[in-house]
């Protein structure tokens, strides 16, 4: 499980090709749309514990629910989303919230 805040993977290039480096900054721009938007879902989070779907983020954000599963991946998540605790919360503290 995540808590805020977190980091979607940017990717590096260096070469001289400018059409990688075109489609490289243009996945950074995604990525960092994607991990503002996520970050702000998290920091408005009420539930204790809960649950994050790559096709609502990919929903709300406008990109391919590809793309979101790709970049989002390495949060920490399977191949559906992520799971994420409230924001001051501990993992022992959330699930004692839900076990009463």
Known sequence: MITHPIYVK?????????????????????????????????LEQTAPICSYLYHDIASATGYSVEQVRDLCFSIDGGHNGFTAIKPGLSYDEAIATISQ
Not at 15 to 37: D, F, P
């Open 10 to 42: 940017r990717i590096s290039y260096r070469g001289t090709n400018a059409r990688k480096r075109s489609k490289v900054a243009e996945q950074n721009r995604i990525a960092a749309a994607l991990e503002a938007h996520i970050n702000k879902l998290l």
